[in-house]
């Protein structure tokens, strides 16, 4: 199984290699050779070879130019398509978060308004939606120093709980999935991770939320590989270590929403999720118990 980070670079080199087969094609219409190409655009025909082998990106003037000189002019408006969701896809978290954290989530904020059935999975964390702010500060903490980015943990924490007021919001839906994994692994203070699995089993009786529980022992269906989040059936969100995935190619969505049917179909609800909760947080209790006695 690859790893997640491999797993989403695999995905975004692919489809600049589309991209570049497509032009390879455009420029083979046309009967010339790379190097002939590359001296009808004053281009060094390594520029040609890299775009091409999906080595290097091009920019928007580089696929107008290309459309030109391969006669091609009606092939513009897809070219440019496929390179903004390209663009889409693959974005550096340094270069997302270089003004810090709180821009962020006032971006998911705007995203929250206009999704009528948000449907997350996560493996290893407790969603955004549904932390605390104690369990969100670790968080944001981590980001701070993991990016060496600008410290706004307070700002952004301050953020993320005025987004959760989008779960009280007539017309919304939420189907969240988590595995138990996600409810065990120690990402912030064993009492701030008491408060945040109190605040799940709360939650986990609003009518318009659903929160289903993977439990360790269960048999999966689909490896649960990386969390993301299904914004209707219009965007894909998933992070990684250096980068977040912004996907909107239909094949791409329906892919994850089939994968997300799939998680959901083994998960608990209601009442047996909140066993699983229960569960853990015993566990919790009795090791803070050990460790303060």
Not at 84 to 102: D, N, P
């Amino acid at each position: 199984m690859p790893d997640n980070n491999t797993a989403d670079a695999t995905n975004v080199h692919e489809a600049r290699t589309a991209l570049g087969k497509r032009l390879r094609e455009l420029r083979r219409s046309t009967g010339s050779t790379g190097r002939e190409f590359a001296e009808s655009l004053a281009w060094a025909p390594s520029k040609v070879s890299k775009l091409e082998n999906g080595r290097q990106t091009p920019s928007d003037e580089d696929l107008r130019a290309w459309a030109r000189a391969s006669d091609h002019q009606s092939e513009l408006d897809a070219l440019l398509a496929s390179l903004h969701s390209l663009e889409l896809q693959f974005a550096e978290w340094r270069h997302l978060m270089r003004a810090g954290l709180r821009p962020q989530q006032e971006q998911l904020y705007e995203w929250d308004q206009k999704t009528r059935l948000l449907r997350v999975f996560e493996a290893t964390v407790v969603p955004g939606l549904l932390q605390t702010g104690e369990y969100a500060r670790a968080r944001f903490e981590e980001s701070v120093r993991r990016l060496k980015i600008t410290n706004d943990a307070e700002e952004a924490v301050a953020a993320r709980l005025r987004r959760q007021e989008i779960l009280y919001r007539p017309g919304k839906q939420f189907h969240f999935v988590l595995t138990e994994a996600a409810l065990r692994f120690r990402l912030c203070p064993l009492d701030a991770m008491l408060g945040q699995l109190d605040r799940l089993a709360s939650i986990s009786h609003l009518r318009n939320v659903k929160v289903g529980i993977i439990a360790t022992e269960t048999a999966y269906t689909v490896s649960p590989w990386h969390g993301f989040w299904i914004y209707d059936d219009r965007r894909v969100l998933l992070e990684t270590f250096s980068a977040e995935l912004d996907l909107r190619q239909p094949q791409e969505i329906e892919l994850y929403a089939d994968a997300f049917e799939q998680l959901a179909g083994v998960a608990s609800y209601d009442r047996d999720a909140r066993k699983i909760i229960g569960r853990v947080m015993a566990d919790l209790a009795s090791e803070s118990d050990v460790s303060s006695g």
